[in-house]
């Protein structure tokens, strides 16, 4: 008897444990930006991230260069309904980053060069979690996806990945970032289907 494969489409099986309810696979990488793309040059570029007793650490595009990359390769789900799987990303791991960064804080607001923000808890960008990106699919990180480098927090709907990402604030209180403001879910779990407040 033939093993009937249910959505194969001659690239490989469809993995239907990768989708998270809700969701439907998709093999473009959608755009979705609030507002224009910042146009943010590398020898502008900086990272900041301050700390709830005022410290703050940055790192310019070199001393960003200067740390040691990881290439993960992750699954994408935004909260408009589309995953992308096994995208392949280049960047630091917030691990790196955070390493000497002394703080009792449970909570970043993310902001970006354009003003986007986004909230997220610090634990969820620690432990192998999150990355700062600049490559994608052996590229460059284009600007319409975030370039010069983007938050990725790929286990979060993609909202929390905030492209041009410029500062890390963490923060003793959560405050909802642009999404959280306008009635999306504060935390996000793709696999609780957490799209808005309330789910
Ligand atoms: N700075 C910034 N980051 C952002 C956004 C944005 O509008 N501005 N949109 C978010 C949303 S809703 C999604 S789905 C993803 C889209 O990323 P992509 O355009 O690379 O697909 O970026 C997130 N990060
Ligand atoms: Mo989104």
């Not at 943010?40 to 960003?64: F, I, K, Y």
């Not at 999404?179 to 789910?199: C, K, L, S, V």
């Amino acid at each position: 008897m033939a093993i009937i494969s249910r959505g194969f489409h001659g690239r490989r099986p469809f993995d239907s444990a990768k989708l998270p309810p809700g969701q439907y696979e998709t093999t473009s990488f959608p755009v979705l930006s609030a507002g224009p793309t910042p146009r943010v040059q590398r020898d502008d570029w900086e990272l900041s991230v301050t700390t709830e007793t005022g410290q703050r650490h940055t790192w310019d595009w070199s001393a960003l260069m200067a740390l040691p990359a990881e290439s993960p390769t992750v699954d994408l789900h935004c909260v408009t309904k589309w995953s992308k799987f096994d995208t392949e990303w280049k960047g630091v791991s917030l691990d790196v980053l955070l390493e000497n960064v002394e703080t009792d804080a449970e909570h970043v607001l993310v902001t970006s060069y354009g003003g986007y923000t986004t909230n997220i808890p610090l634990t969820d960008l620690l432990d192998g979690k999150a990355w700062i990106v600049y490559g994608y699919d052996g590229g460059d990180l284009t600007p319409e996806h975030g370039g010069p480098a983007r938050l990725l927090v790929p286990h979060l709907y993609l909202w929390k990945s905030a492209k041009w990402v410029r500062g890390l604030e963490l923060r003793q209180s959560d405050v909802p970032g642009f999404w959280e403001g306008a009635g999306y879910h504060n935390y996000g779990d793709p696999w609780r289907e957490q799209r808005y407040q309330g789910d």
